[in-house]
Nanobody, 117 residues
Framework: VQLQASGGGLVQTGDSLRLSCTAP????????MGWFRQAPGKEREFLIQ???????GYGGSAGGHFTVSRDNAKNTVYLQKNSLKPNDTAIYYC????????????WGPGTQVTVSS
């Protein structure tokens, strides 16, 4: 499975974020999908996940500020956040795991999001 995330770039404080993740040739509905991010100088942190049935799980305090959704018809998973702040600057990773696995064993290459003040 090769995950492809898009939608990153340079944005301004207060803007909204919408990242997309897809995998050509692979049905993402067979996987639990998630998002991590890694800010400069910080450890990678788990944000949020969504199961194939739409159940959502949140990471620590940061995850609660994000929204995840999936469009099975488009084979795409989305990550959204409003009111971006400079501390949202990070590389955002789309990840996948099988339903019965606890390991995020499939990672996309990451997409950079930079929030300017």
């Amino acid at each position: 499975v090769q995950l492809q995330a898009s939608g990153g770039g340079l944005v301004q404080t207060g803007d909204s974020l919408r990242l997309s993740c897809t995998a050509p040739g692979v049905t993402l509905n067979n996987f639990v999908m998630g998002w991590f991010r890694q800010a400069p100088g910080k450890e990678r942190e788990f944000l949020i996940q969504i199961s194939s049935t739409g159940e959502i799980g949140y990471g620590g305090s940061a995850g609660g500020h994000f929204t995840v959704s999936r469009d099975n018809a488009k084979n795409t998973v989305y990550l959204q956040k409003n009111s971006l702040k400079p501390n949202d600057t990070a590389i955002y990773y789309c990840v996948a795991r099988l339903k019965n696995s606890r390991t995020w064993n499939t990672w996309g290459p990451g997409t950079q999001v930079t929030v300017s003040s």
